[in-house]
């Protein structure tokens, strides 16, 4: 039975990434170098991030609210922005559409999270003698962010690899450039509710931003 729950939450976790590979054009234009490379290039943000957080950050004792740590976990965010340009913009690619471009990199950053912030907890947790709901919940999550990276991967798109954009588009964009960084940092809720404001907010976004950019 532990078995089967492990597999069952695991499945949860990463099978919308080898679902989304398969039924888009991904698989069809052979895109999963450059999913490679994205995810190469998140491990590294991620290793930059830790030493960043690491050396800057310091826990609060009483647990009072600190504006200036907040602050420094805003900034230190903004290192997923400057790895996500560095994929769309630097790294070498198929000759493949710009709409392809940003999914492969989507998809390629959101699995990487994936592996490395819940492949372990899944194998030590899920595999226990009690059933818990919580690795279901970080199923539901990554899924969550699975939409929140493609909808980031598309904003960069708009904002970096598109160069006619309209102009009443330039503000939303980078005001929803800032959203999507900060959310981390600013949402400190129960899981549950993280990943409902995740995909209500991903969905009313990723939407917009697919349509507004032609993508």
């Known amino acids: 039975m532990t078995v089967f729950h492990f597999f069952n ?4 976790t990463f099978g919308p990434h080898a679902v989304y590979y398969s039924a888009t054009p991904l698989s069809e234009y052979d895109t999963i170098g450059t999913s490679a490379k994205a995810a190469a290039v998140y491990l590294g943000t991620a290793l930059v991030k830790l030493v960043c957080l690491a050396t800057f950050l310091k826990e609060s004792e009483n647990g009072n609210f600190d504006p200036y740590q907040e602050l420094l976990k805003v900034l230190i965010n903004f290192i997923d922005v400057a790895g996500l340009y560095f994929a769309l913009t630097q790294l070498t690619h198929r000759n493949i559409s710009q709409n392809h471009k940003f999914q492969a990199v989507g998809l390629g950053w959101a699995f990487a999270d994936s592996v490395l912030h ?8 899920a595999r226990g003698l009690e059933f818990t709901w919580e690795y279901v919940f970080q199923g539901l999550e ?4 699975l939409v929140l990276n493609l ?5 960069g798109s708009l904002m970096w690899l598109r160069k006619n ?6 503000p939303i964009i980078y005001a ?3 959203v999507l960084a900060t959310m981390p940092s600013i949402t400190r809720l129960h899981t549950t509710s993280y990943v409902l404001i995740l995909v209500l907010f991903e969905k009313s976004f990723g939407m917009a931003a697919c ?3 032609g993508l």
Do not use: D
Not at 9 to 12: R, S, V
Not at 151 to 155: F, G, I, M, P, V
């Open 9 to 12: 939450c695991a499945i949860l």
């Open 118 to 125: 819940r492949l372990a907890p899944l194998w030590v947790g």
């Open 142 to 145: 990554a899924n969550a962010n």
């Open 151 to 155: 909808s980031l991967a598309a904003l």
């Open 165 to 170: 954009k309209p102009r009443i588009l330039i």
């Open 176 to 178: 929803c450039a800032g």
């Open 211 to 213: 349509k507004g950019g």
